[in-house]
T-cell receptor, first 114, second 115 residues
């Protein structure tokens, strides 16, 4: 069965410093992986997705993630945090059992300090 | 174009009452999903529709929960005899065809509070 583990429930960074949100996955097959962001009282928005093409995936708002099969990781990074990046981030794997429903991690709350 | 919409945005009900939550997917999307997000948790899958049929309802917690999509577009999630534990944000998502690499587009959710 597929699963994702987000290693940090909370991350705090100063504005202008790099962001690293960690995600490890478990999958019997080559996975489809996604990162979504959820701002307070807003819907989930796709940041980026990996679907077995390039291992370094670039997303919106300067975010990127690297798929590392040997480490079963899909960490999200951004070179310089902005105050508007403060939100909840979810790592997601697409289930391979037939219906391709999403399996979400427990989320990482990113706090950006001025 | 229009995204996924959900109504109502908030619903407060009393324990034991019946509620209906509505989802309007992106036009042309054949796949529709319902998820439930409890406070401080990631969303959890409830049910998946491909067209009019429920292809996977393995996430529905019990038989008080039911969902329909009679014309392959709008879907309604129905909860009978609500319990306080049903309080959560109910999210709807749609994707073009339900494929492995498809992106799911989420609505803003319905916050259900059972008193």
């Amino acid at each position: 069965a597929q699963s994702v583990t987000q290693l940090d429930s909370h991350v705090s960074v100063s504005e202008g410093t790099p962001v690293l949100l960690r995600c490890n996955y478990s999958s019997s097959y080559s996975p489809s992986l996604f990162w979504y962001v959820q701002h307070p009282n807003k819907g989930l928005q796709l940041l980026l997705k990996y679907t077995s093409a390039a291992t370094l995936v670039k997303g919106i708002n300067g975010f990127e993630a690297e798929f590392k099969k040997s480490e079963t990781s899909f960490h999200l990074t951004k070179p310089s945090a902005h105050m508007s990046d403060a939100a909840e981030y979810f790592c997601v794997v697409s289930d391979t059992s037939g219906t391709y429903k999403y399996i979400f991690g427990t989320g990482t709350r990113l706090k950006v300090l001025a | 174009g229009a995204g996924v919409s959900q109504t109502p945005s908030n619903k407060v009900t009393e324990k034991g009452k019946y509620v209906e939550l509505r989802c309007d997917p992106i036009s042309g999307h054949t796949a529709l999903y319902w998820y439930r997000q409890s406070l401080g948790q990631g969303p959890e899958f409830l049910i998946y529709f491909q067209g009019t049929g429920a292809a996977d309802d393995s996430g529905l917690p019990n038989d008080r929960f039911f969902a329909v999509r009679p014309e392959g577009s709008v879907s309604t999630l129905k909860i009978q005899r609500t319990e306080r534990g049903d309080s959560a944000v109910y999210l709807c998502a749609s994707s073009l065809s339900g494929g492995f690499t498809d992106t799911q587009y989420f609505g803003p959710g319905t916050r259900l509070t059972v008193l």
